[in-house]
């Protein structure tokens, strides 16, 4: 996801480091303590793998910058997917279960992308299908434009845009009240008052969802969901440099473009502009979602995506 819980008003990417060190559980299902370690350049990475080893693996790519992969496992519709296929979910560098980042060490989009790739080859794909929801969209879009032959099916989701400061946020025009109530939270936030940001993050968790019995659903699945600042920074930074923008028109393997219809952290407009970039490319609006349309709508989520990565 691309963050922003103290304050709503923030540029993108702006994250409260207190409201998420305070809190060990907030956003997503809890998911069983197994898992491996890889071990790859200069990083060890821990992954899951679900699902049977036949035919080419799906790689999740989380949201953030700096959380780890556990929100993803709030939604059903990974189980059913991986009946199919090996479905792998990581902690990216320096997240929840992967080693904390030692000092000095790098965290840019070339790690990432590098890391990523590194995966890859530990599970003996030469190809893979990838998806990547929010910030994770942006990371698979800069993956598929350094290694487009290693791309079988490419799937973004309620997507950061290719320019990383590009990216249409609405909070603040569809809730300036609530934007003001962030204003002082986030002063809160500086002054300690961890009891004020956690009410200031449940309710920036709520206006992500259109449904307000599946952000209820949501939020009671909370366990275990870590966030790290360090790695937030460092990859703002980093993001700020980059345009993928002239990259997309030379994507040449299926691509499919995902938003929610209700999607307020990242506007429906920024998919839209994605796969209009993107030549041959398809669109789908989830009609009853916000900015997690997996969770919100599993059922025609899983329909979409089976009959996407399906196709040659």
């Not at 989009?109 to 990547?132: E, K, P, T, W």
């Amino acid at each position: 996801m691309i963050w922003r819980p103290a304050s709503l008003a923030r540029p993108v990417g702006w994250t409260a480091a207190a409201a998420w060190s305070c809190l060990a559980a907030i956003a997503a299902a809890a998911v069983p303590e197994s898992g491996q370690m890889f071990h790859g350049k200069n990083v060890t990475l821990y992954y899951e793998v679900r699902g049977s080893t036949a035919g080419t693996p799906l790689f999740v790519v989380n949201g953030g910058p700096g959380f780890d992969h556990t929100y993803v496992h709030c939604s059903a519709a990974w189980d059913v997917l991986a009946r199919r296929r090996r479905v792998l979910f990581y902690d990216q560098r320096g997240n929840g279960r992967s080693p904390a980042l030692k000092p000095g060490q790098s965290c840019t989009l070339a790690d990432q992308i590098d890391d990523l790739d590194g995966l890859r080859a530990h599970l003996g794909s030469n190809r893979i299908d990838l998806i990547g929801h929010s910030w994770g969209g942006y990371l698979v879009m800069a993956y598929a434009a350094r290694h487009p032959d290693r791309i079988a099916h490419l799937i973004i989701c309620d997507s950061a845009a290719p320019k990383w400061q590009e990216t249409v946020f609405l909070f603040k025009d569809i809730y300036p009240e609530a934007t003001e109530r962030q204003q002082a939270v986030a002063f809160a936030e500086e002054l300690g008052d961890t009891a004020a940001v956690k009410v200031d993050l449940r309710e920036y968790m709520g206006l992500l969802f259109y449904s307000p019995e599946k952000r209820d659903q949501f939020l009671a699945k909370a366990s275990s969901y870590k966030y790290t600042r360090s790695v937030n920074a460092a990859l703002n930074t980093d993001l700020a440099r980059y345009d993928l923008n002239p990259e997309l028109p030379k994507f040449r393997f299926p691509t499919l473009v995902l938003t929610g219809r209700f999607d307020i952290n990242v506007a429906p407009s920024v998919a839209w502009k994605i796969h209009k970039a993107i030549p041959n490319s398809e669109f789908t609006v989830f009609e009853k979602s916000g900015h997690i349309p997996y969770f919100e709508e599993p059922d025609a989520f899983v329909e979409r995506v089976e009959a996407f990565l399906g196709r040659p």
